[in-house]
């Protein structure tokens, strides 16, 4: 059961698990779909509905995805969709997953940590209750750990401090009401574990990019998004649509900011991983979901170098930085564990950006640049509700 399966992650691993042959259910509310309205911003590539999407699946593949539409943060429903599918394991991507929609304003903040916190708790009793066996695999965030000074080690620490030493939880310092609720989901799903028995999965993960997969290119139809935008679109996504369409990379602060990334492949395949290798009953276990880090700087100069091979002339500007966040800093954070389980990971060569530089180019003609510089400041943040349409 992949919950919030409509959305980028989600709908690439639902496709690649049911290839592998596991039998797939999707559940969504649909919600990302209704950000993209309210907000005016829409993913690059154009997508088709959930509905279609499934219809062309089963047409291209043979294979069929169950779908149950509703809230995981209604337990109700929740309820009858683990106990009809009764899955052997629970796929979490289901959460608001961007830092600035969770700092445009108090709603948004409110939503992000009550949707995230609340529909992962209800996920836990539904395994809790009616699924004791079930292995939970949840989408986490590098960015849970913030920036430290020190390596970042995957889920736990051994610290030694007046002469004894014990193994805890890393030290978490996130950056955004967004990242917060992705520590708290990490301290539940811990204390699940430690209580109930429950086996879970946390996959800390860094920032994705890429539109294709094996099963995504199989048709129009299944393609996957490509967010550009200042709220939901990443700073190499965003980099590639700047490029195409000949506007300066808009460089954040003096650029410094360094973060781990892995491509799309790698991710499906590292929710394969994670299945295929359960954690065993009573299990709290963290992997760090990233192949490589970048600073926002190397991520610039990439694709300055991609661009002239396509022939584009791209130029980059620094902007005053939206977030609150250091801008120059130590980063080392160790992602063994995946890799000690098979992946094999797909780096963030020359093709690839061609890749990802060519799509930005085929769909150039959809680019909004009203949505290219950054609309969302930490320290502007208000209880008003704000609307983010045209607005630089």
Same mark, same amino acid.
């Given at each position: 059961?992949?919950?919030?399966?409509?959305?980028?992650?989600?709908?690439?691993?639902?496709?690649?698990?049911?290839?592998?042959?596991? =039998?797939?259910?999707?559940?969504?509310?649909?919600?990302?779909?209704?950000?993209?309205?309210?907000?005016?911003?829409? $993913?690059?590539?154009?997508?088709?509905?959930?509905?279609?999407?499934?219809?062309?699946?089963?047409?291209?593949?043979?294979?069929?995805?169950?779908?149950?539409?509703?809230?995981?943060?209604?337990?109700?429903?929740?309820?009858?969709?683990?106990?009809?599918?009764?899955?052997?394991?629970?796929?979490?991507?289901? =959460?608001?997953?961007?830092?600035?929609?969770?700092?445009?304003?108090?709603?948004?903040?409110?939503?992000?940590?009550?949707?995230?916190?609340?529909?992962?708790?209800?996920?836990?009793?539904?395994?809790?209750?009616?699924?004791?066996?079930? /292995?939970?695999?949840?989408?986490?965030?590098?960015? =849970?750990?913030?920036?430290?000074?020190?390596?970042?080690?995957?889920?736990?620490?051994?610290?030694?401090?007046?002469?004894?030493?014990?193994?805890?939880?890393?030290?978490?310092?996130?950056?955004?009401?967004?990242?917060?609720?992705?520590?708290?989901?990490?301290?539940?799903?811990?204390?699940?574990?430690?209580?109930?028995?429950?086996?879970?999965?946390? *996959?800390?993960?860094?920032?994705?990019?890429?539109?294709? $997969?094996?099963?995504?290119?199989?048709?129009?139809?299944?393609?996957?998004?490509?967010?550009?935008?200042?709220?939901?679109?990443?700073?190499?996504?965003?980099?590639?649509?700047?490029?195409?369409?000949?506007?300066?990379?808009?460089?954040?602060?003096?650029?410094?900011?360094?973060?781990?990334?892995?491509?799309?492949?790698?991710?499906?395949?590292?929710?394969?991983?994670?299945?295929?290798?359960?954690?065993?009953?009573?299990?709290?276990?963290?992997?760090?979901?990233?192949?490589?880090?970048?600073?926002?700087?190397?991520?610039?100069?990439?694709?300055?170098?991609?661009?002239?091979?396509?022939?584009?002339?791209?130029?980059?500007?620094?902007?005053?930085?939206?977030?609150?966040?250091?801008?120059?800093?130590?980063?080392?954070?160790? /992602?063994?564990?995946?890799?000690?389980?098979?992946?094999?990971?797909?780096?963030?060569?020359?093709? *690839?950006?061609?890749?990802?530089?060519?799509?930005?180019?085929?769909?150039?003609?959809?680019?909004?640049?009203?949505?290219?510089?950054?609309?969302?400041?930490?320290?502007?943040?208000?209880?008003?509700?704000?609307?983010?349409?045209?607005?630089?």
């Amino acid at each position: 059961m992949i919950v919030g399966g409509d959305g980028y992650c989600g709908w690439a691993s639902a496709l690649h698990l049911s290839k592998l042959g596991y =039998e797939v259910a999707i559940v969504d509310s649909l919600v990302r779909r209704l950000f993209d309205e309210q907000l005016g911003m829409y $993913t690059l590539t154009p997508i088709t509905s959930l509905q279609k999407r499934v219809k062309r699946w089963k047409e291209v593949s043979g294979k069929q995805l169950a779908v149950y539409i509703g809230d995981v943060c209604d337990f109700e429903f929740l309820e009858d969709a683990v106990r009809t599918f009764k899955p052997e394991a629970v796929v979490h991507f289901g =959460e608001q997953r961007s830092a600035p929609y969770s700092m445009m304003d108090r709603n948004r903040a409110v939503f992000t940590q009550q949707n995230n916190v609340i529909g992962t708790m209800n996920i836990m009793f539904a395994i809790k209750e009616f699924l004791p066996e079930c /292995h939970l695999v949840k989408l986490g965030t590098m960015g =849970e750990y913030g920036t430290p000074n020190i390596d970042i080690e995957e889920g736990f620490i051994t610290i030694t401090h007046n002469g004894r030493t014990d193994t805890l939880p890393y030290p978490k310092q996130a950056s955004s009401f967004y990242h917060l609720s992705k520590v708290h989901d990490s301290h539940n799903i811990a204390f699940a574990c430690k209580a109930w028995g429950m086996r879970a999965t946390d *996959l800390n993960q860094g920032v994705v990019y890429g539109v294709h $997969t094996d099963e995504t290119s199989l048709h129009e139809e299944l393609i996957n998004r490509l967010d550009y935008d200042a709220v939901f679109g990443t700073a190499l996504n965003r980099f590639c649509v700047q490029a195409a369409v000949g506007h300066p990379l808009t460089i954040y602060g003096k650029g410094g900011q360094t973060r781990g990334y892995l491509d799309i492949r790698d991710t499906v395949r590292c929710i394969e991983l994670a299945i295929a290798n359960p954690a065993k009953l009573g299990e709290f276990r963290v992997f760090n979901q990233f192949t490589e880090q970048f600073s926002v700087n190397d991520l610039a100069k990439l694709v300055t170098k991609a661009g002239a091979k396509l022939g584009l002339e791209v130029k980059a500007t620094n902007v005053p930085n939206p977030r609150v966040e250091a801008e120059e800093h130590y980063y080392n954070a160790k /992602h063994t564990r995946l890799v000690e389980l098979g992946l094999e990971p797909h780096l963030l060569s020359d093709a *690839l950006l061609d890749s990802l530089l060519n799509v930005a180019v085929q769909y150039a003609d959809r680019v909004d640049m009203d949505q290219i510089l950054p609309a969302v400041s930490w320290k502007k943040i208000s209880s008003k509700p704000k609307t983010v349409v045209g607005t630089a």
